[in-house]
């Protein structure tokens, strides 16, 4: 997801199919996997809903949004067909508030910010964390400029390891690479791909 027009992507959800398939990220879904209970998740960006879907079939409570109205209709519809529930809105990505020591995990799956807004949408990702909560992210890196398997062809909205490992220093890393990795998820992230994978996690609920 990108912060783009909102009619660009009304447009791109409008087909029938999940233009980003229907199973969840592969990062996301291997990193989640590592957490052993079951909290409230924060997915913002969400999409057509694969994600959110996935962790509450896991028992996760999941709160995500979007601003997207079309991506809303197709989430909940993913949803329904596979019998859980999800608590998704309607909110834009620089106008959310996401409150203080709520979440047990949050989930930036290919949410590509302006730069200008970046870093107060990331502090905002990390004060929603309660004490000892993840943050998962998979992101094009700038090495992504000129490929076709999906991602903003704007190198200011392309990540680096350093604007990352800058944004979220407060947290304890865990995971923090970039890796070229075959995608496959559906026929806008399909092919090879340069990402940046991130995984942190909150010591005190001081940070």
């Not at 959110?52 to 949803?79: E, I, M, P």
């Not at 490929?147 to 304890?172: T, V």
Request: net charge neutral.
């Amino acid at each position: 997801m990108t912060n783009f027009a909102l009619e660009f992507w009304n447009e791109r959800y409008s087909s029938k199919d999940y233009v980003y398939g229907t199973e969840p990220n592969q990062f996301f879904k291997e990193e989640l996997n590592k957490i052993a209970v079951p909290g409230k998740l924060l997915l913002p960006g969400e999409g057509e809903g694969r994600n959110a879907v996935y962790a509450a079939k896991l028992n996760w409570n999941v709160d995500a949004f979007d601003q997207s109205k079309t991506g809303l209709k197709k989430a909940k519809r993913l949803a329904e067909i596979n019998s859980v529930n999800i608590n998704y809105n309607i909110c834009n990505l620089t106008e959310f508030n996401p409150g203080i020591n709520q979440y047990a995990a949050v989930a930036i799956i290919f949410v590509h910010l302006d730069e200008s807004i970046r870093k107060s949408f990331h502090q905002k990702l990390i004060n929603s964390l309660k004490p000892y909560g993840k943050i998962i992210i998979e992101l094009f890196s700038k090495n992504q400029l000129g490929k076709n398997s999906g991602g903003p062809q704007d190198l200011s909205m392309l990540y680096s390891l350093d604007e990352i490992k800058r944004d979220f220093y407060s947290l304890r890393t865990l995971i923090l690479k970039e890796d070229l990795i075959s995608l496959n998820e559906g026929d806008k992230h399909t092919g090879e791909a340069s990402v940046i994978r991130f995984v942190g996690q909150k010591v005190s609920e001081h940070l």
